[in-house]
């Protein structure tokens, strides 16, 4: 059985680059019990998060999943947290897992910075709880960003080396699917960096609850070159910023870069930038509705949420006690 598995953090409201880079399409994917979407609180905490705005930013994030066209009906959605399988797995890969692979993760020297040794050790083994979040359901197919590819290289390598250490063929290999034409949506205000919800700068990003006066003006004041945009995509290869203004509409849209410079070819920054902004809000705003109606009614998100803990744990609580037999650990009676 093929069973898709991927996650978000719930570290504010998802910006335009979450939505077109993974939760848009995720949406396809929906498959009933085939399917689960995880809100992982556990890895939002490997940097210190303040309790009531981290519950708060929890529920946010499912509703805008939910407005974003996950259906809890038509696919499993839940919080982290709420399944404990996902730790007591992650506890076993601590054990498996190698020092020297988890040094070899770009992420965490990203993250971690100057102050490595600063960094919790939760940062540090981040990688072996996300192994542990997909294999717990032997998920086989995970869509994901690009920058997320090393962590499933890692995942797949955990995998092997219990399958090997214990004499069985117990978990099964990740395939990453990386879908989308505007896979990876980079800042307003520098076309060489990833649009994201830590830039310090609103003004780099979209998020999905910005009202269309506020789409329009991040828009208007995102940055561009002194040229006219080029009539096909090669054009763009050495313009950062227009190459991803250019993907953002046709992503949108549904189109490609190609057919939005045969309709644009030419022309300034002004004009189109008016076209994008319009054709943003068009998107967001049905989104940003139901995102309200849901947060409006919290209990009713909550309810949701508890539904899809119980069938995540449905899945993942035969396959984690089985890693645990084979692990040699005595069942619980």
């Given at each position: 059985?093929?069973?898709v598995f991927?996650g978000i953090?719930?570290?504010?409201i998802p910006?335009?680059?979450?939505?077109?880079g993974?939760i848009r399409?995720?949406?396809?994917?929906q498959?009933g019990?085939a399917?689960?979407?995880c809100v992982?609180?556990?890895?939002?905490?490997?940097?210190?998060q303040?309790?009531k705005?981290?519950?708060?930013?929890t529920?946010?994030?499912?509703?805008a999943l939910?407005?974003?066209?996950?259906?809890?009906?038509?696919?499993?959605l839940?919080v982290?947290?709420h399944v404990?399988?996902?730790a007591?797995?992650?506890?076993?890969?601590?054990?498996?897992a190698?020092i020297?692979?988890?040094?070899?993760m770009?992420q965490?020297k990203?993250?971690?910075?100057?102050?490595?040794e600063?960094?919790?050790?939760g940062l540090?083994?981040?990688?072996n709880l996300?192994?542990?979040?997909i294999?717990?359901?032997?998920?086989t197919?995970?869509?994901?960003?690009?920058?997320?590819?090393?962590?499933?290289?890692?995942?797949?390598?955990?995998a092997?080396?219990?399958?090997?250490?214990y004499?069985v063929?117990?978990?099964?290999?990740?395939e990453?699917?990386i879908q989308?034409?505007?896979?990876?949506?980079?800042s307003?205000r520098?076309?060489?960096k990833?649009m994201s919800?830590?830039d310090p700068?609103d003004q780099?990003?979209?998020?999905?609850t910005?009202?269309?006066?506020?789409?329009?003006?991040k828009i208007?004041r995102?940055?561009?070159?002194p040229?006219?945009l080029?009539?096909e995509?090669?054009g763009?290869?050495?313009?950062?910023?227009?190459?991803?203004l250019?993907?953002?509409?046709?992503?949108i849209?549904?189109?490609?870069?190609d057919?939005?410079?045969?309709?644009?070819?030419?022309?300034?920054?002004g004009?189109?930038?008016?076209?994008?902004?319009?054709?943003?809000?068009?998107?967001?705003?049905?989104?940003?509705?139901?995102m309200k109606?849901l947060l409006d009614?919290?209990?009713?998100v909550?309810?949701?949420l508890?539904?899809?803990a119980?069938?995540?744990a449905?899945?993942?609580?035969?396959?984690?006690?089985?890693?645990?037999?084979?692990?040699?650990?005595?069942p619980a009676r």
């Amino acid at each position: 059985m093929q069973r898709v598995f991927s996650g978000i953090q719930p570290s504010g409201i998802p910006t335009l680059g979450n939505y077109l880079g993974a939760i848009r399409n995720w949406v396809p994917m929906q498959n009933g019990d085939a399917s689960l979407f995880c809100v992982v609180d556990q890895h939002a905490i490997t940097v210190w998060q303040d309790p009531k705005e981290l519950a708060r930013q929890t529920r946010e994030m499912a509703a805008a999943l939910i407005a974003c066209g996950l259906d809890p009906e038509r696919c499993i959605l839940f919080v982290q947290s709420h399944v404990p399988a996902h730790a007591r797995l992650a506890w076993i890969f601590n054990c498996v897992a190698r020092i020297g692979w988890l040094n070899r993760m770009t992420q965490f020297k990203d993250k971690a910075g100057k102050d490595r040794e600063g960094a919790s050790v939760g940062l540090y083994v981040y990688p072996n709880l996300m192994a542990a979040d997909i294999h717990a359901y032997h998920a086989t197919q995970v869509p994901v960003g690009d920058d997320q590819k090393q962590h499933l290289e890692l995942a797949n390598d955990i995998a092997q080396k219990f399958n090997h250490d214990y004499g069985v063929d117990f978990f099964p290999t990740i395939e990453p699917l990386i879908q989308g034409v505007a896979a990876r949506v980079m800042s307003l205000r520098d076309g060489t960096k990833k649009m994201s919800k830590s830039d310090p700068s609103d003004q780099s990003r979209i998020n999905l609850t910005d009202d269309a006066d506020t789409v329009a003006l991040k828009i208007r004041r995102a940055k561009t070159d002194p040229e006219p945009l080029p009539s096909e995509a090669r054009g763009l290869e050495a313009r950062p910023e227009a190459r991803n203004l250019v993907g953002i509409l046709a992503a949108i849209t549904d189109s490609t870069a190609d057919a939005v410079l045969a309709e644009h070819g030419g022309k300034g920054f002004g004009a189109f930038k008016e076209v994008l902004a319009e054709a943003l809000v068009a998107k967001l705003s049905p989104i940003q509705a139901e995102m309200k109606r849901l947060l409006d009614d919290p209990a009713a998100v909550d309810a949701a949420l508890r539904q899809g803990a119980g069938k995540a744990a449905g899945i993942a609580d035969p396959i984690v006690r089985r890693a645990e037999e084979l692990v040699g650990f005595l069942p619980a009676r």
